[in-house]
Structures are given as C-alpha cells and as structure tokens.
C-alpha cells in the first residue's frame, strides 16, 4: 500500500490504492483489475494492462428483475475474472469512481471483502500518461465458489428505510442540490429517469457525492477534509446507523465507500432503490424546502 494514501489518515487505507500502486502490481498474479464505466465505449477504446470490464447493466444486473445478479452469476462472474477467494480485485472506472464503487459495493454482498479502489480512477491514470492497451486479457479462468448473497449487512430496502425515517435515522441524499430540493427530479444533463415526484426522504442531509472528491485530479479528501464535512458540518454520527441514496444507488455507493472504508463508519447501507423507487411509491413521504 502507498505511504500517500496510508498518510490520509483513512480508517481502511487498504481498500483505496493509488495509480502508482496499481502500476507497480499489474504483473501480481494475485491482483486483478476490473475497469467499470458508465460509458460502455471507454472499455473498448484503451484500459489498463491486463484489466477486465465489468459492465453494471450486463454483469451486475439481473436482466429481468430490478436485482443484482445472483449467487450463479456471481460465481460465473468471478470465473471469468481468473478470480479466486483471495484474489485482489481493485476497481476503476469513469465518473470518478462511480460504477467502480457500485461495482465494489456489489461484491461486498457476496462476501469478497478483499477489494480496492483505483484513487482518481480511469482520468487520473490517463492524466499520468500511464500505459493503455486495447487489447483483452487473457488470463486463464477459474473455478469460483461464493455463499448466497447476503443483502442484510450493505442494503437498504423500501421498508426499512421508511422505518429508519419513522425512527428519524440518519440519512444521506447524495443527489444534486437540484434533485434534493425538489427543483427538478433527475440529475443535471441526463434525462427524466421516471420519478413522479421530486423532493427528498424526510430527515435527509444533502451531500452531494463530489463533495468528496478533489476536483484538480479526482483523488479522495483526507480523512479529516472528510470527517469535516460529513461529521461536523452535516452532523453525521459514527455511531448511528446511516442509509445513503441517490437515483439508482451508483452516486450513493460512492458516499457508502467513503463513510464505511474512509471514515471507518460501522454500520452504512446503500439504498439501491433510491429516487426512481421513493420518488414513485405510494404513500411513502417525501420532504422539500
């Protein structure tokens, strides 16, 4: 692990790794690299050396249900990655590390705990003129074995954030200040994602997701920039039980890395419904200024 993310202060500091850590390990066997965008044609178009695509919509996703992919999937998943129950698998991606989080979150459900971060992501590696190949890897494959996938320590769903809300629980809206309000009900320069209504869970603090980031290079604050911010300024408790949401939980997996691996928050849910299911529900609150 690089002295410079050690030195941040991190309560994890072995789930976040740098570029230049990423550039001295990329002929680790142990380590696989896992590139997951928003855009589908950056993968194609140049990744690192040796690094997998995992496509949120195609990979993660059941292509039925509004789920995740199952236990099978899962295991087929980690196959194809040359994966095994101790391999490293460290995330990048486009959005400064949205999809890369998302996608790390996800793992966590199926217990593969031993995964990183990317700092900076997909743009700070090509910033450093680092090495990019287009050429897939070829990597023998595995024989991956996971337990089910277990949604009760990582995700939030419907019901029990309404009974965090009834319980005045702690949660964060990580959404634009736009889409907090109420001004409009989808995020800034995509379009309407169908939410019906627009506001915010009632009780919820407005964190935007960049709030985070470093906009020079994409990097993460330091613990204590963040511990600023989420702690003294928007009053977030360690020590209480925080949900974090957003449209469709990609923004907010990026806010459930931080609180839970960066700022060592124990007990963190994303709530992957978010605004598209809130926004939409019958009978559920809804708040605005």
């Known amino acids: 692990m690089s002295i410079e993310i050690q030195s941040r202060g991190y309560a994890h500091p072995t789930n976040l790794v740098s570029t230049e850590w990423v550039a001295t390990n990329l002929n680790n066997s142990n380590v696989i690299i896992v590139e997951s965008n928003e855009d589908p044609l950056l993968y194609p178009s140049s990744h690192i050396p040796g690094a997998y695509e995992v496509d949120w919509t195609l990979d993660l996703n059941d292509q039925v249900m509004r789920d995740y992919l199952n236990r099978t999937g899962?295991?087929?998943?980690?196959?194809?990655?040359g994966a095994t129950q101790d391999s490293h698998i460290v995330f990048y991606g486009d959005k400064n590390n949205w999809w890369a989080c998302y996608a790390f979150w996800v793992f966590q459900l199926f217990g593969h705990t031993?995964?990183?971060?990317?700092?900076?992501?997909?743009i700070k590696w090509m910033n450093e003129q680092r090495p990019l190949v287009m050429d897939l890897p070829n990597n023998p494959t595995s024989n991956y074995t996971a337990p089910e996938r277990d949604d009760t320590t990582e995700r939030a769903f419907r019901d029990e954030v309404l009974a965090h809300v009834k319980?005045?629980?702690?949660?964060?809206?990580?959404?634009?200040?736009?889409?907090f309000t109420g001004a409009r009900t989808h995020m800034?320069?995509?379009?309407?994602?169908?939410a019906l209504r627009s506001g915010h869970i009632p009780g919820a603090k407005s964190v935007p997701w960049a709030t985070a980031i470093n906009p020079a290079n994409g990097t993460f604050k330091t613990a204590a920039e963040l511990r600023e911010i989420y702690e003294n300024q928007k009053g977030i408790s360690p020590e209480e039980p925080t949900i974090a949401y957003c449209r469709?939980?990609?923004?907010?997996?990026?806010?459930?890395?931080?609180?839970?691996?960066?700022?060592g928050h124990p007990n963190?849910?994303?709530?992957?419904?978010?605004?598209?299911?809130?926004?939409?529900?019958?009978?559920l609150p809804i708040e605005k200024p």
């Not at 319980?167 to 889409?179: A, C, F, T, Y």
């Not at 709530?271 to 939409?280: A, F, H, L, R």
């Open 74 to 81: 899962f295991e087929a998943l980690m196959s194809r990655l």
């Open 114 to 122: 031993n995964c990183s971060i990317m700092d900076g992501g997909r």
């Open 167 to 179: 319980k005045q629980g702690q949660l964060v809206d990580v959404r634009s200040p736009e889409e």
């Open 188 to 194: 800034p320069d995509y379009p309407n994602e169908g």
């Open 248 to 263: 469709i939980g990609e923004r907010s997996s990026h806010t459930w890395f931080v609180l839970k691996y960066l700022l």
């Open 268 to 283: 963190v849910k994303n709530y992957d419904g978010s605004w598209t299911e809130w926004g939409n529900s019958v009978g």
